[in-house]
């Protein structure tokens, strides 16, 4: 894997995970808790957020093919969904203001409880339906040897332990940047993933068109 596409991966599973959109999300669930549960907490959430992700970057392509839909035509969906994800970020609610207003209305629900670690942190906040389908796009069994994607695992995982020291930092960063400065980032972070995704559906649509294989 060249640099250039190791440094594309990177960016893509940063933008999709987004560990500093999970922050303000993380302080909204964990308001009540004490130290030692906020950090078996972020933990908890980082273990099962990676474990999802594995499973789909390990199996998701399987799961495509057995369903007979070829990959070109599943990374210009997944280009398309990408897009229109980061158009959220850029237009809508940013991350964390959806799902932190999400988390607060869950934890007022006394009937309903659930464990914060699990929804909203893990799942959809860091292992989000972005991410789960660009590990898929990014681990294409068919353009990446098992050593490439060995490489790709390694940058998932590493964004979600920086994203497990964030929620462990999550007070003191949102004193320095304010809710206002992590909304700006979570935009920012948009604009880079529209851009990634409409190159996934122009590589995707140039690969159809020389070899005629959806």
């Known amino acids: 894997m060249g640099l250039n596409n190791l440094l594309e991966h990177f960016v893509t599973l940063w933008v ?3 560990p500093i959109g999970t922050i303000p999300v993380f302080i909204a669930v964990t308001a009540g808790l004490e130290a030692a549960a906020r950090r078996r907490t972020a933990m908890l959430a980082s273990l099962i957020s ?7 970057l390990i199996f998701g392509q399987l799961l495509i093919e057995a369903l007979d839909i070829g990959l070109n035509s599943f990374q ?3 280009g398309i969904i990408l897009f229109l994800f980061a158009l959220t970020m850029i237009f809508g609610e940013s991350k964390q203001e959806t799902e932190q207003r999400q988390a607060e209305e869950d934890m007022e629900d006394t009937i309903h409880k659930q464990n914060p670690a699990i929804f909203p ?5 860091l292992a989000s339906p972005g991410a789960m389908l660009a590990v898929v796009i990014l681990t294409d069994n068919h353009r990446y040897s098992a ?7 390694l940058v998932m995982l590493s964004v979600l332990v920086v994203a497990f020291v ?7 960063i949102i004193r320095l940047i304010g ?12 604009m880079i993933l529209a851009s ?19």
């Open 16 to 18: 999709v995970i987004d």
């Open 50 to 56: 990676a474990g999802v992700l594995l499973f789909f």
């Open 76 to 78: 210009v969906a997944g």
């Open 121 to 125: 942190l893990a799942v959809p906040s």
């Open 147 to 153: 050593a490439d994607q060995g490489i790709t695992a």
């Open 166 to 172: 964030l929620m462990l930092m999550a007070e003191p």
């Open 179 to 190: 809710h206002s400065g992590a909304a700006i980032i979570s935009r920012v972070m948009g």
């Open 196 to 214: 990634v995704a409409v190159n996934s559906v122009l590589s995707a649509m140039l690969e159809i068109f020389k070899t005629g294989q959806l």
